[in-house]
């Protein structure tokens, strides 16, 4: 199995708490992201202490509570399934703090982190805050959901978007990357992406690789699957009568996404 892809884990639930990833510097390549995918039964509570860590909490689906034991905000979560194609709520809750998820129905819930050492005000991010942008042309359009863009200064390290790339599209594509500390020509983003198919049994293609090959895989991705991208570029091809989503969680030393084209294919561009 690649370093790169991670499959959902098969864990037992504990009180209602089932954690389908759990990507952490310890155990992955990445430095500046680490990643959770927590289901909740309706009750169930997941909390945790941040330390030196700031967290973006999106609801993915379902309805949760959320707290971090000073602001309380109720009843978040906008759809039962992610291909109802609308935004979502969220919370950034920075370092030093802890927070609290409780499920009002089954849910399921992502979280995002980054280190952090300067602490921020907790923010709800309401589903009417998301920008929503339709990007590309011809066979690579893709509708991405802002949550927390770099335009958006709520945050210290952490950038996180949700992108929808229809049936026979190409998405994170011409083939770019963003893997190198220099501004403002390009910055230093690892990512995360977890990915969601509809129908469930569908796949994606994606393609991890460097200029020098020292990274080159072509991954089959399921329904559910999490892919590092540690550094280079990483194209995602959808094939015909499927539709993909992917939620992604960037971050580096600066929190800028500035990307730079594969200069074999960027040509597309010019078309």
Known sequence: MSKLLRKPNKNESTQGVTIVHDVTTENSLLKYVEFKIVDLAPGATYAEELAKKECCIVALT???????????????????SIFEK???????????????VEAVSQARVALCYSPSEKQLPTKLIRASDNGVEHRGKYNNKRMVHNILPDSDPSANRLLVVEVYTESGNWSSYPPHKHDQDHLPQESLLEETYYHEMDPPQGFVFQRIYTDDRSIDETMTVENGDVVIVPGG?????????YTSYYLNVMAGPTRIWKFHNDPDHAWILER
């Open 86 to 100: 609308k935004p979502t709520d969220s919370v950034y809750v920075s370092n030093d703090r802890c927070f609290e």
């Open 62 to 80: 379902g309805k949760i509570h959320v707290t971090d034991k000073e602001a309380t905000f109720k009843n978040l979560g906008t759809r039962e």
């Open 233 to 241: 570029y990483h194209p995602v091809g959808v094939p015909e009568g």
